[in-house]
């Protein structure tokens, strides 16, 4: 029973007093196996799925909005995540199975860093599409004057600047990294309720103002109702977008959080796993969204 203590401390990041039995150490192992076939699979999905949509804005000059440029932003993290992060860490699992080691420190390393920016830009991105939907509602017709392209490119920079620098923290002390990403969740998931709680309000008050004003020329009125729907649509859209983001990631930083406070095992490792890989599945279920938001966008550059 020693050698399996000793395998499965060599194998799996965590260390434990309880006795490991070889059914334990084989429940490890298909946890591993199966997180790889899914790894494996959903990489292709997102990197082919996420690439399509740079390629279809890209390649599409009524699709180059500010809007649309967010979009792109987040639609990049996720091609990153499926043609790097996601191979890195089936790579990172099939040492482990093979060799019965951990895989290489500079290639764990790697994959952590890089999961840490992607994951960070990711909501970054998310949080300032809710702002950007709410500007549409506000800011009404003064929207495309001061929302441009070159202005949103600059805070997905800054953006990816923040990222990068959680990524830092995350090499320099882990306890720091979890401090930071705890606030920067909260914070973001914060804007994003409020965000669009104001933008139920402001399409409620609109719908009514709309209804009411019967002195407004049929014609007119129509033109501010089919407006208004657009955006109303777009905004129900991002929140899609923003939930499922949320909903993928939740369980995993549940299951991290609860780590941290009391230690790790073979079951927290077990659902630290699979909730990880639910993580990375939210990068192939984005394009599906994407897809609709910019069928119904096309033609029509104003509209995300």
Known sequence: MENYNNKLSQTYPFNTNSTITEDD??????????????NACSSFTAAFGNGLILFVIWRTPTLHSPSNTLLFGLALTDFFVGLITQPLHVAISLICLLS??????????????????????????????SVDRFLVFYLHMRYQTIVTSKKVRAVIAVGWLLSSSLG????????????????????CFSIIVLMYLKIYR?????????????QVGTQQKASLQLHFARCTKS???????CFFLFLC??????????????GHS???????????????????????????????????KKYF
Not at 202 to 214: G, L, S, W, Y
Not at 235 to 241: D, E, G, K, P, R
Not at 257 to 262: F, Y
Request: contains cysteine; aromatic residues 12%.
């Open 266 to 300: 073979i079951s927290k490792y077990t659902a630290l796993q699979f909730t990880g890989t639910v993580t990375f599945i939210n990068s192939s279920l984005n394009p599906l969204v994407y897809f609709w938001r910019v069928a119904d966008s096309k033609g029509d």
């Open 202 to 214: 402001i399409v409620k008050r609109h719908q009514a103002q709309i209804q009411a004003q019967e």
């Open 235 to 241: 905004a129900i859209n991002t929140f899609y977008v």
């Open 100 to 129: 019965g080691k951990s895989g290489p420190q500079p290639l764990t390393d790697t994959f952590d860093v890089l999961s840490v920016i992607l994951s960070s830009a990711s909501f970054t991105i998310a949080t300032v599409i």
């Open 168 to 187: 830092l923290a995350w090499t320099l002390s882990t306890k720091a990294y979890y401090h930071a990403a705890i606030v920067s969740f909260l914070v």
């Open 25 to 38: 150490l084989a429940k490890l192992r298909i946890v591993t196996l199966v997180n790889c076939v899914i």
């Open 249 to 262: 990631y939740f369980p995993y930083n549940c299951t991290a959080g609860v780590v941290q406070l009391t």
